[in-house]
DNA sequence: TAAATTTGTATAACATGTTATAATTGTCAA
DNA sequence: TTGACAATTATAACATGTTATACAAATTTA
């Protein structure tokens, strides 16, 4: 990595910095670009040097918090695929609820603006790892081999996504929002379940 | 009514006119207020008296447009409290979907605004809604009588709000969108349904 | 080392939502 | 009819995201 390269990067990271910094400590009414470089440092330029615009300041911050890359987060310790949903859906909770309102915040303003190439970025990415164990769970005999997967692996990406997007709104906080996920998860896996995860679907359901 | 009042509502007329208009024929990139009060005829002034901001002249629009106040919409002709909610659905669907750029455009505007209160005024109203069609489903015996009716309407109202954001967003259209709704609603359902509505849910699903 | 290139800075500018201010107009009540 | 009041207008202003321009500094490359 060339000098130049290193020095973008120290950019680009105290601007991380002072973005988080600002939202954490004065809100993200007083995170204007102005400001924001003024923390940071910087010229009001180079944050659109950087990254292009105030939305994909925030998306970085997401992508850094690992939020939307949640395939590290997956245990790898369940049998069944379908657990290994729900476990990958739990350490999400987890991670997200130590810093709540701060993910939320960011969460809101990537997903609220008009850009909507970041917004669909994140779909995507959510629902291809959807349909990702749903497919799994087919070959596993989990769920019914005649159900078509990627149009399923959709429909449960998309409740995933749905049910974030509402959280991000702030109508309710990471444990709420959760518990919607797993509920409304379990009772589309339950319409097509085999013998094999009906049980686990069940407690998973019992909250 | 007063001639101000009167000429009030007048003006209130003319702008939402020319909102829509503006949408229709321009896109929702070329409103603004300026522009607005300009076709309108109207100082910039005006539409701030009149609706106090740009998300609350969008907010107009959707309320006149009936999208919040699904009640008019509901039929009476079904038996099943759950058949008449999965009537409304499709009922808001075929009503969307004739117009769905436009409903989706403005729906956007109005949920991806800072303004927090419009869009909690939207949930309230849904939920409320879905609570209620619950709590007669039970009374009905169509869902189990041992579940918790205002939080399972809850789930169920979230479900569609949250879907229906993702709708808003772009993602889908009103026929995916409702085709979601309905397949998560046929899924939690189901988890409750009695003898007397699985069969209806059943036929629902395969939609 | 010196020219060329990239990157950052300073400053100004523009578009837009929103608010302020003062003047004007229309309505209503006495 | 006339004075009081409310609503509307015209105009300017402010904050903010974003872009433009000209220049300076750092880095690479010849």
Redo the contacts with the bound molecule.
Sequence with gaps: ????????Q???QKIKDAAANIIRREGI?????????DIA??????????F??????LFALLEDAGVLLTQGLISQSEDLAVGRLFSSLNAMEAHVRKDDEFYQTVYWGVMA???VEIRRTGYERLIELSQGFVAEAIANKEINSDINSDEFGKHIGILLMSILGMWGSGYFGSKECAAHIRRSWCASFLTVATRKSKQHLMNEMSH
């Design positions: 990595m060339s000098q130049r390269e290193i020095a973008k120290e950019n680009r009414e007083k995170l204007t670009m102005r400001y924001l470089a440092g910087v010229s009001l330029r180079t944050p659109y040097n950087l292009g615009s105030k939305t994909e300041v603006s008009d850009q």
